[in-house]
Antibody
């Protein structure tokens, strides 16, 4: 059974840093891209960024709203994905979900699925 | 402002068929696959539909997906009280080179 467990959420002041962890089990972690998706209170879903699997290059991409402030990394030996958040702003207040991703390409069309989700961890940025 | 546009709310009575729309552009829906996520109250989202019209194991066949041009739809037939949830569409955006979401639709079963 696929399981994703996020941790590290907390109340922090604007400008400070926080690191979230996502511990995975039930699948071969190193074979998959992993994303972080966030949801501000009462709002919709926003993709934050992803880290590709090492076979796909292990590189990262981020939403414009967090680029330059957030950094994703992964430890395939421990099946953990990380989200390092620096320079936090009040707008970063949200539940942060870790997802296992699946990429699909056929006949010129791209598909990107967040096929399993963790339960989320709350990050509150406030003075 | 979300890249994909969904109505904020929808409603239906038990047994009814309802559809939820998702509008985009040639950069996303028009040329790529659509995904739908269901978020029951107080829980994490769950993949409901992938590659536009494919249901993951365990999703009832009351749920179906379709696409026409730059718009997509999620249809729910034989509506049940447990279908009351938030529904989000998503797609890959070629211009952004990133996945994008709709703003979500809150479905109420009357």
């Amino acid at each position: 059974e696929v399981q994703l467990v996020e941790s590290g959420g907390d109340l922090v002041q604007p400008g400070r840093s926080l690191r979230l962890s996502c511990t995975a089990s039930g699948f071969t972690f190193g074979d998959y891209n992993m994303s972080w998706v966030r949801q501000a209170p009462g709002k919709g879903l926003e993709w934050v960024g992803y880290i590709r699997s090492k076979p796909d290059g292990g590189t990262t991409d981020y939403a414009a709203s967090v680029k330059g402030r957030f950094t994703m990394s992964r430890d395939d030996s421990e099946s953990i994905a990380y989200l390092q958040m620096n320079g936090l702003k009040t707008d970063d207040t949200a539940v942060y979900y870790c997802t296992r991703d699946s990429y699909y390409y056929a006949s010129g069309s791209h598909g990107y699925a967040f096929d399993f989700w963790g339960q989320g961890t709350m990050v509150t940025v406030s003075s | 402002q979300s890249v994909l546009t969904q109505p904020p709310s929808a409603s239906g009575t038990p047994g009814q068929r309802v559809t939820i729309s998702c509008s985009g552009s040639s950069s996303n829906i028009g040329n790529n696959f659509i995904y739908w996520y269901q978020q029951l109250p107080g829980t994490a989202p769950k993949l409901l539909m992938y590659q536009t019209n494919q249901r993951p194991s365990g999703v009832p066949d009351r749920f179906s997906g379709s696409k026409s041009g730059t718009s997509a739809s999620l249809a729910i037939s034989g509506l049940r009280s447990e279908d009351e949830s938030d529904y989000y569409c998503a797609a890959w955006d070629n211009s952004l080179s990133a996945p994008v979401f709709g703003g979500g639709t809150k479905l109420t079963v009357l």
